[in-house]
T-cell receptor, first 113, second 112 residues
C-alpha cells in the first residue's frame, strides 16, 4: 500500500489564483481530513469527510472547498488564494470516523505571494 | 482555538537521557494521542490513551493521563539521536467523532 499520498509537494501561487491540492489513500479508509500547519500553531482541521459524498467543516474552513466523490480521493480547493493561506497542508485518513489511528500524508508546502 | 498546549516548546538532551514532554488541554476528552513529526515530514501516530486510562506503555514510550488536571505527559526513555523530532499531543473530544485538536508541539533534539 502507498498509504496517504499528496500532490504536489511544493506550490507557489499568486494572490487570487486558484488551485487544488490532491490527496489519495489506498487503504479503503472511510474518514479523511485536511489540516493546515502554521509555525507554532500545531495542526488545525480545515474540512473532513466521514465517507464518499459526505463532507463537513472543521475549525478553519473559510477559503477552502472540498468534495468526496470516491472513497479514495479527497481534494482540497483554494478558490482565490490569499497570503494568509501560506502554510503546510496535511491530509489524513482513518478506517472510520471512530477509529483511533489516523495516517498522515507527507504534506504540501504552499506559498501564496 | 488549540485544545492542547505542550510544554516545553523545545527540549535538548544528550543521547541516553530521558525526555519528558507535557500536554494540557481544556475540555473533556474521549482520548488523547501523541504524534511525532520528523522535519519536513508528515505526522506518525505514536500512542493513544483513553480517558479512563491513567498510564500506557509502548516500547520506550510511557504516557500518563490525569483527567482531573486535564494533562498528559510523554516520557521517552534512553533517548536516541533518531528520536530528534517534534512531538504533538492531540485530543479527541467527546461527541466529536475522530476530529483531532492539536497542541503547538515540543521540538526535541537528542545530541549524540
Amino acid at each position: 500500500n502507498a498509504g496517504v499520498t499528496q500532490t504536489p509537494k511544493f506550490q507557489v501561487l499568486k494572490t487570487g489564483q486558484s488551485m487544488t491540492l490532491q490527496c489519495a489513500q489506498d487503504m479503503n479508509h472511510e474518514y479523511m481530513s485536511w489540516y493546515r500547519q502554521d509555525p507554532g500553531m500545531g495542526l488545525r482541521l480545515i474540512h473532513y469527510s466521514v465517507g464518499a459524498g459526505i463532507t463537513d467543516q472543521g475549525e478553519v474552513p473559510n477559503g477552502y472547498n472540498v468534495s468526496r466523490s470516491t472513497t479514495e480521493d479527497f481534494p482540497l480547493r483554494l478558490l482565490s488564494a490569499a497570503p494568509s493561506q501560506t502554510s503546510v497542508y496535511f491530509c489524513a485518513s482513518s478506517y472510520s470516523a471512530s477509529a483511533d489511528t489516523q495516517y498522515f500524508g507527507p504534506g504540501t508546502r504552499l506559498t501564496v505571494l | 482555538s488549540q485544545q492542547g498546549e505542550e510544554d516545553p516548546q523545545a527540549l535538548s538532551i544528550q543521547e541516553g537521557e530521558n525526555a519528558t514532554m507535557n500536554c494540557s488541554y481544556k475540555t473533556s476528552i474521549n482520548n488523547l494521542q501523541w504524534y511525532r513529526q520528523n522535519s519536513g515530514r508528515g505526522l506518525v501516530h505514536l500512542i493513544l490513551i483513553r480517558s479512563n486510562e491513567r498510564e500506557k506503555h509502548s516500547g520506550r514510550l510511557r504516557v500518563t493521563l490525569d483527567t482531573s488536571k486535564k494533562s498528559s505527559s510523554l516520557l521517552i526513555t534512553a533517548s536516541r539521536a533518531a528520536d530528534t523530532a517534534s512531538y504533538f499531543c492531540a485530543t479527541v473530544r467527546n461527541n466529536a467523532g475522530n476530529m483531532l485538536t492539536f497542541g503547538g508541539g515540543t521540538r526535541l533534539m537528542v545530541k549524540p
